[in-house]
């Protein structure tokens, strides 16, 4: 399936959005200069090609105690994107990211316990076929964070979807 094509419309939509997701078709229709219907419209395709998504962003104070945690990935290179898919399986992960450097690939996730960290790095990624090491860091300290960028919930705030 062809990726879908955005005009200048839809950046236009996605930008206004983006900033507040609760503004009314009313509203951007005024706006952009187009009527109701159209920013309807637009709306539905771009969540039925899954290019939006709405959804309430929480801030790390709703996470309470849990932190912020990285697991750096040092992996054999022709496995790389294979590793960096069987990460992001694991339910406790939010993102995985493919990097250069002395590690090729970073995972994210929020935990409670140290113990999570060392049996989701330890045991589970580092069990890994091509995996060679790994080595985590937890954020003491957020000084800034971009919730458009990437959504970290609590692997157990997340419904089970059936």
Known sequence: MPAPTLDALDHQLIDLLSRDARVSNRKIAAELGVTEGTVRGRIKRLQQDGLIVFT?????????????????VQADVDKVRDIANMISELPQINAVLITMGQ????????????????????DQILSIDGVHHV????????MKYNARMAKITPYDAVPDED
Do not use: P
């Open 56 to 72: 309430a962003v929480t801030g790390f104070e709703m996470a309470r105690k849990s932190r912020l945690s990285f697991i750096n």
């Open 103 to 122: 590690f090729n690939i970073t995972a994210m996730c929020l935990i409670e316990e140290l113990d999570t960290l060392v049996d989701i790095a330890s």
């Open 135 to 142: 080595e985590t860091s937890i954020a003491v300290k957020t």
